[in-house]
């Protein structure tokens, strides 16, 4: 913060030594002052570029220039009189100019006037608000997505890019009205130019299948970009950056993109290639973030992964830590065919290849019973990923009231993760995970309108996953003196299946769902560790279910309540060395209470109890290596985790006054659950996981507020989020020990949109993680980051920027400080289709950063390396 004031100051004293001062007066013919007049200033020749003014009031007029001219023309203008003005050759610094101006009056015809006032920067038809994007643009912006993130009402995490919009994710992001992209859609937002774009629009009750509208419940949103006129046919962008880093490493950043639109036809595409850090991709390899697909219940159908993959995340984000060669390619496709356009075909491309390098120091101060001592791992690793995927939908009317839908998608991943691990500082392993997915699902669903408010649906899944791992330590890890080497093998496979029929339908001011459905949900394991010793592990995981599933949502006026339960018959079967089985009837209740407490603001109370099958990812009983030191053990049970949640929020959003709330408070607590018995040692650690029914629970206290304030041309967020949690484990033969979590973030955020070549921004953001219990005592970390950034926009056609990050990992080593700082300066010529820009990254040359973790028995700083200090040179073509 210091710097930018110092900045600013240096500016202004700039300024400040070069200016001319302009005074004088503005008269007419006969002498009288007049009451209202403009003194303009210009440069001579550029008779339409105004740079600077002033209003003459009472006939008297002061300004201090804060540009350099080479011929000034001061020009003086009022209502119905003829303008006058002078020209000053050469106008010298520091100097005082007295300008007297006598304007002489014309009589003017009047004509028709028309009033035109300022358009809003939204509209709000119906269930769809329209935010018009060139209200909301300052010209920093180069993606729709820069946008969508300063909409009131809209919310865009960093980390996955996920939208909100009223406090629910978005379902979809439309172009125009077709859904092109799927759950994947920050392709679209991150790489659609915003100059494209005319409206953003939010979408309230939205619904995919219009054979449902006014049928199903609703409740769902989503956006639609409505593009410029004449962006119908082809358009997009080529651009290619290159630059220097410390130690002469050569740095590359190229994209294009190219994006096709007609009445029946939409195409999407775009090839990209770096190593600055960037990630384009909807997948993320580098900090294992799951994506917006995973999210909304796609993880339900992958297998798991025993052998953990390598993950590098850091506080820092992509732009500093992630040292990668990235490839990404992906084309987008849909068309309707016939002349009735009957039949609609969607097709997504995907392709990754990425080799991300890591340098990590992590070092633990275990504090155990009465035992401390320090563990330490420095690796080196290198993680090549690659992925192929395809999608496929179709849709085909074959009536008025039907609609058939078919969905297929086949996806093929490979990742090699080659480390060498020096442990406690002594001892030195080679290691080689090798991890391979395939995934296939596919999905038909057939609806049938029936009337008017009734419809029907009828749905078959299927989906495989397979998942096979190999990881191999040289020299051995577990008997370096009678082995050469450890090798793991682990095999994951899940095969889901499932068919149901739903009735849907709308009775007043109701609307209701009713579903039969029956699921089957089969996971083979097998893994196989071979050493001096051998240890294998082979067996079977079965689900099957049949259920009924209903829900009832009532609107009476500002009240609205949803109630919901699913009833089903739940067989359970392992076979592994004995084999268990278990059959029960499982009911599963909800209730959702939501208050239209005005136009702009809503509270919304629900509770819901759940019944959770958790064996899946506990099924195996002897022993599995998952990494240098860890080795896994479970005690299998096909017990279920009584669930109960409680939530309350309240969400405000009025748009007129450019002010956002949203407060909201969750719990839950839970009887039956996988605990672990940790068995901690300097070199070794042994996990045993095994159930209990014991209570463990939740709480989560969530706070946010925006308000953009319009005199001041001012913009302020404030954002906290407190979680405390209750669970327990067993560390070395200790009793069953209870410990206690809690975590604060809070952040403060201001920025500034004035009418003026200099902007900022600013923001602060403090984390506290603090873990107990009764034998270890308290481990606790403070983390504290101030970002600021200035923004300098002479005109339309330069910009240029400075932003500074500051970041102290741990208040206790105040010492122990990172200061980042970066330039940028863009170049856009008027009426061109090209621009150019310079940056320079890490000016201070940062190349390692060290953060802290806290868990109920042991303080972890863990010490990555950064991407060193460079600089880029880019330019861009638009068509």
């Not at 600013?8 to 700039?14: E, G, K």
């Not at 590098?312 to 732009?319: A, D, P």
């Not at 004035?754 to 921004?761: D, Q, R, S, T, Y």
Request: with cysteine; glycine share 6%.
């Amino acid at each position: 913060m210091r710097f930018v004031l110092l900045l600013c100051l240096v500016l202004l004293a700039l300024s400040t030594l070069q200016a001319q001062t302009l005074i004088g007066t503005v008269t007419n013919s006969d002498g009288s002052p007049i009451s209202m007049a403009s003194i303009l200033v210009k440069e001579a020749g550029q008779s339409q570029n105004i740079l600077e003014f002033v209003q003459a009031k009472g006939g008297k007029y002061s300004l201090k220039l804060t540009r350099t001219y080479q011929r000034l023309c001061v020009e003086a203008t009022a209502f119905s009189h003829a303008p006058d003005s002078v020209i000053i050759e050469n106008p010298q610094k520091d100097s005082t100019y007295t300008l007297n101006f006598k304007l002489l009056f014309v009589a003017q015809e009047l004509e028709e006037v028309v009033v035109v006032g300022k358009k809003k920067p939204y509209e709000v038809k119906g269930d769809t608000v329209s935010y018009n994007v060139s209200a909301y643009r300052d010209g920093t912006e180069r993606k729709i997505e820069d946008i969508i993130k300063k909409l009131p009402g809209i919310k865009v995490n960093e980390n996955t890019g996920q939208i909100e919009y009223k406090g629910k994710p978005v379902e979809a992001v439309t172009l125009e009205g077709d859904d092109l992209f799927g759950q994947n859609y920050t392709i679209g937002t991150k790489n659609i130019n915003v100059d494209m774009v005319e409206q953003v629009q939010a979408i309230d009750n939205y619904t995919a299948n219009p054979l449902l509208k006014g049928i199903e419940e609703g409740g769902k949103v989503s956006l639609n970009l409505k593009l410029k006129k004449g962006k119908f046919d082809f358009s997009g962008s080529i651009s290619a950056g290159v630059g220097l880093a410390s130690g002469e490493k050569f740095m590359r950043s190229a994209h294009s993109s190219l994006l096709g639109i007609s009445r029946n036809y939409k195409s999407f595409g775009s090839l990209s290639h770096n190593n600055i850090g960037q990630n384009r991709a909807p997948f993320d390899y580098f900090s294992g973030t799951l994506n917006i697909e995973q999210l909304m219940a796609e993880e339900n159908y992958y297998a798991s992964k025993v052998l953990t993959e390598s993950i590098f995340s850091s506080i820092l984000g992509n732009q500093r830590a992630n040292i990668n060669k990235q490839l990404f390619g992906n084309h987008h496709l849909f068309f309707r065919v016939g002349k009735r356009k009957r039949l609609s075909i969607k097709n997504n491309l995907y392709f990754l290849k990425d080799d991300i390098f890591a340098y990590q120091l992590s070092k633990s101060l275990n504090t155990i019973a009465s035992q401390t001592f320090t563990t330490s791992d420095e690796r080196s690793t290198h993680k090549r990923p690659i992925q192929c995927r395809g999608d496929l939908e179709m849709k085909y009317n074959t009536s008025k009231t039907s609609l058939l839908e078919y969905t297929f998608r086949i996806s093929q991943e490979s990742i090699q993760t080659p480390m060498q691990t020096r442990m406690n500082g002594t001892e030195v392993f080679d290691s080689r995970l090798s991890s391979r997915d395939f995934y296939l699902k596919q999905s038909l669903l057939f609806t049938k309108k029936i009337g008017s408010k009734r419809a029907l649906q009828l749905n078959a899944l299927q989906t495989t996953n397979r998942v096979p791992q190999v990881l191999t330590f040289t020299p051995s890890v577990l008997n370096p003196d009678s082995a050469l080497s450890d090798q793991q093998k682990s095999r994951f496979q899940k095969d889901f299946l499932e068919a149901k029929g739903t009735l849907l339908g709308a009775i007043g001011r109701g609307k209701y769902a009713l579903t039969v459905g029956l699921v089957q949900d089969k996971t083979p394991y097998s893994s196989a560790l071979n050493s001096s010793f051998s240890i294998t592990n082979q067996l079977t995981y079965l689900i099957q279910k049949a259920y009924q599933r209903s829900s009832y949502t009532h609107q009476y006026r500002k009240w609205r309540m949803r109630v919901a339960y699913e009833a089903s018959y739940l067989y359970q079967e392992l076979i592994s060395q004995e084999t268990q089985n278990k059959g029960r009837f499982v009911i599963e209740p909800s209730l959702v209470i939501n208050y239209e407490m005005s136009k702009w603001s809503q509270l919304t109370g629900g509770v819901s109890y759940n019944q959770n099958p958790l064996t899946e990812n506990y099924l195996f009983e002897n022993e599995v290596l998952i990494n240098n030191r860890a080795s896994r053990t479970n005690t299998p049970s096909l017990k279920l985790q009584n669930q109960t949640s409680y939530r309350l929020q309240y969400n405000q959003n009025n748009m007129d006054n450019f002010f956002r709330l949203s407060a909201g408070l969750v719990y839950n607590e839970s009887v039956g659950s996988f605990f672990s018995d940790f068995v901690i040692m300097e070199r070794t650690t042994q996990i045993n996981n095994f159930f209990l029914p014991e209570h463990i629970d939740n709480l989560n206290f969530n706070f946010s507020t925006a308000k953009f304030f319009d005199g001041l041309a001012i913009d302020a967020s404030i954002k906290a989020n407190y979680n405390l949690s209750n669970y327990k484990n067993i560390l070395n033969d200790s009793e069953l020990r209870d410990n206690k979590m809690r975590s604060l973030t809070t952040s403060m955020d201001l920025g500034t949109s004035f009418l003026i070549p200099v902007n900022f921004k600013n923001s602060v953001s403090y984390q506290l993680s603090e873990s107990s219990n009764a034998e270890s005592g308290t481990f606790r970390n403070e983390y504290l980051s101030h970002s600021a950034s200035i923004f300098f926009s002479p005109n339309k056609i330069w910009q240029m920027s400075l932003s500074s990050d500051y970041y102290l990992p741990n208040l206790q080593k105040i010492s122990e400080t990172y200061w980042f700082l970066d330039a940028n300066l863009n170049y856009r010529p008027a009426k061109s289709q090209f621009s150019f820009s310079i940056s320079a990254n890490n000016l201070l040359n940062k190349t390692v950063f060290k953060q802290v973790q806290t868990s109920d028995f042991a303080t972890t700083t863990f010490e990555s390396n950064l991407l060193p200090r460079y600089f880029m040179a880019y330019i861009e073509y638009r068509f």
